[in-house]
């Protein structure tokens, strides 16, 4: 049975800097595409960023791209995003995904799931 199990969140103040850790288990996910979401309260989730599990090929949300980072060691089955110059509006709760799909920033393409860490961003 697959898992994701995410922890870095926290609350900060803006301009701080947080690292968010996926550990994967449960599963064969060396084909596999993993991919960070965010959801605020009463809005639909939203795609930040994606990496293939080789890690050589990435993208990120227009409102992250500069700030942002993600990472893996699939040695470990983990993913990383490093989150740089948080914004209030970054306050959100951050969700770990896995899919079997290259190259997709859509969450439907996406079949697992982990819980979420909640984000918030003090201005």
Request: with cysteine.
């Amino acid at each position: 049975q697959v898992q994701l199990q995410e922890s870095g969140g926290g609350l900060v103040q803006a301009g701080d800097s947080l690292r968010l850790t996926c550990t994967a288990s449960g599963g064969t996910f060396n084909t596999y595409t993993m991919g960070w979401f965010r959801q605020i309260p009463g809005k639909e989730r939203e795609f930040v960023a994606r990496i293939s599990w080789g890690g050589t090929r990435r993208n990120y949300a227009d409102s992250v791209r500069d700030r942002f980072t993600i990472s893996i060691d699939n040695g470990k089955s983990t993913v990383f995003l490093q989150m740089n110059s948080l914004q209030p509006e970054d306050t959100a709760v951050y969700y770990c995904a896995a899919s079997p799909r290259p190259r997709s920033e859509e969450r439907g393409a996406y079949d697992y799931w982990g819980h979420g860490t909640q984000v918030t961003v003090s201005s």
